[in-house]
């Protein structure tokens, strides 16, 4: 069975999506199946790679059609299910459920056997916490958490902390944390290198090497293209193939 990866941090503009999209296209890479799915009603995955798509999460989510006619194919090996603004009308509908319970589940539900199919799951999360926020975190089993270096990015650390605390006390539960992913890292500024070492010094061995700021990164999703493909000797694809060795590593 494949793994189940969630990218998440409470606090926007941390690089979630940046690193799904290329967490996930170097996994495949390496030729390993992969899925992204967009949790996010900004829906950005989709733009960022350059994928036109017919049915989003949201049809899946309100069983308007099954898992596989929302797969679509955007590169060898990675597939995406695309998030939209029509998540948030997904959301209402959940909501008028009045069964959070049902919500919650609603996700793993609607996904079931698809990691039979992928060696990796790996989920964007929106930046806030809703109940597809929920319903993601029932799905998946492993927490990569990106945390920019700067002081408000400790603050997305602490609640997803605190998150994660509430969920450990859900019976039959089994999200954890697996890895801190520092991003948008200068060396030169003082303040990054204090985080970086509060971050180590907190959670020592979950803690990846940082991924460095790069222009490179902030230009590759209006070109529709990863990282891999807009600029591959750079600082940032170095860092992005450092990440993806470590998953592989880890399973
Ligand atoms: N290492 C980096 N260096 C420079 N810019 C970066 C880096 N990583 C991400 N960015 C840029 O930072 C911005 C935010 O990144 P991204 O959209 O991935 O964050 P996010 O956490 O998904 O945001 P949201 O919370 O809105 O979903 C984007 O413009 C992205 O291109
Ligand atoms: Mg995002």
Redesign the pocket.
């Known amino acids: 069975m494949g793994r189940r990866i969630g990218v998440l941090n409470y606090k ?2 941390t690089a ?3 690193t ?1 999209v290329n967490l996930g296209a170097g996994l495949a890479l390496r030729g390993a199946r992969v899925l992204c799915v967009d949790l ?1 009603p ?1 829906g ?2 989709a733009t960022c790679l350059g994928v036109r798509y017919t049915y989003s999460l949201a049809h899946l989510l309100l069983g308007q059609v099954d898992a596989r006619s929302c797969i679509v194919r955007a590169r060898e090996n990675l597939d995406i299910i695309a998030g939209d603004s029509s998540l948030l009308h997904a959301e209402g509908e959940l909501w008028r459920l009045g069964d959070s319970g049902l919500a919650r589940q609603i996700l793993a539900q609607r996904m079931q056997g698809l990691d039979n199919l992928y060696r990796y799951v790996i989920v ?4 806030s916490a809703s109940i597809l926020s929920e319903s993601g975190l029932h799905y998946v089993r492993e927490l990569i958490v990106p945390v920019s270096t700067n002081y408000l990015g400790l603050i997305g650390v602490r609640q997803v902390i605190g998150t994660l605390r509430n969920l450990s006390q859900v019976p039959g539960h089994r999200v954890h944390l697996y890895l801190i992913v520092p991003t948008i890292y200068s060396r030169q500024v003082r303040q990054d290198r204090e985080v970086l070492g509060l971050l180590q010094h907190h959670f020592a061995g979950r803690v990846t090497h940082p991924i460095r700021a790069s222009v490179k990164l902030l230009e590759a999703p209006s070109h529709h293209k990863t990282i891999y493909e807009y600029s591959p000797r750079s600082s940032a694809a170095d860092d992005y193939h450092r990440l993806v060795e470590r998953v592989m590593r880890d399973g």
Not at 124 to 127: L, T, Y
């Open positions: 926007g503009g979630k999506t940046t799904v996010d900004q950005s995955l964007d999360f929106s930046p």
